[in-house]
């Protein structure tokens, strides 16, 4: 089964296309532009091209793939949107998956991991994950030195990901050169299981996990004095 995967948790804007079989997942093209200020209009002509590369069209598509934060407001809404817009008009189930797991999981091999990315504010998003890869903690935003004070009490050994890259001083952890954003083939191999069983589709719930920074005014200025 074809398979497309987005994510735009990140500043990294990341497409992917992938096999999913019986026996596995593997990558079939991928796409990935670190560029903060421009999700919107990098991630639709990076489906086009991966699914250029791979010679396939949208009507080859089994299930789409999608990166659920957590995130800023206005990148992660972009590839939500777009997983939900093509499941809708595709007919084909989208499934969500936590961005940090695309991060933590496959470096987790024996060893609790810390994964960390960039939340703005001087804060991370982050979660910890056990050897086995399984996240125990988290998704949570807090300052650098609270994930660092969390991962010290679950024993982590080592972070990945871009916050972690950011904000190593502080976390006092060795630091993984990669994943440094969510890695689409791991996103892939985490709703494997969903899409092989042919499970419903699901409806894509961001993990905002603050309020976005504009709010609706609560009441209205009178014009006369």
């Given at each position: ?16 296309l992938v096999e999913v ?49 957590p995130g800023p407001f ?152």
């Amino acid at each position: 089964m074809l398979v497309l995967v987005v994510d735009s948790s990140t500043p990294a804007v990341t497409a992917a296309l992938v096999e999913v079989s019986a026996a596995g997942v593997a990558a079939r093209a991928q796409r990935c532009t670190v560029d903060a200020r421009a999700h919107g209009e990098l991630l639709a002509p990076q489906v086009d091209a991966v699914l250029a590369d791979a010679g396939a069209r949208p009507a080859d598509l089994a299930a789409i793939v999608a990166g659920l934060g957590p995130g800023p407001f206005t990148g992660l809404r972009v590839g939500l949107v777009t997983a939900a817009t093509m499941g809708q008009v595709l007919g084909i189930p989208t499934y969500g998956v936590c961005s940090l797991d695309g991060i933590g999981h496959p470096v987790a091999v024996g060893e609790p991991v810390l994964a960390a990315s960039d939340a703005r504010r001087r804060e991370v998003y982050w979660a910890v994950y056990d050897g086995a890869g399984q996240r125990i903690a988290g998704p949570n935003v807090d300052a650098p030195a609270v994930a660092a004070e969390r991962a010290r009490d679950l024993a982590v050994t080592v972070a990945v990901g871009d916050g972690a890259h950011r904000y190593a001083d502080v976390l006092g952890l060795p630091v993984r050169a990669e994943p440094r954003y969510p890695d689409a083939l791991a996103l892939a191999r985490l709703a494997a299981e969903r899409i092989r069983a042919g499970a419903p589709g699901e409806p894509l719930t961001p993990l905002y996990l603050r309020r976005p920074d504009a709010v609706a005014a609560t009441g209205h200025k009178p014009v006369l004095q």
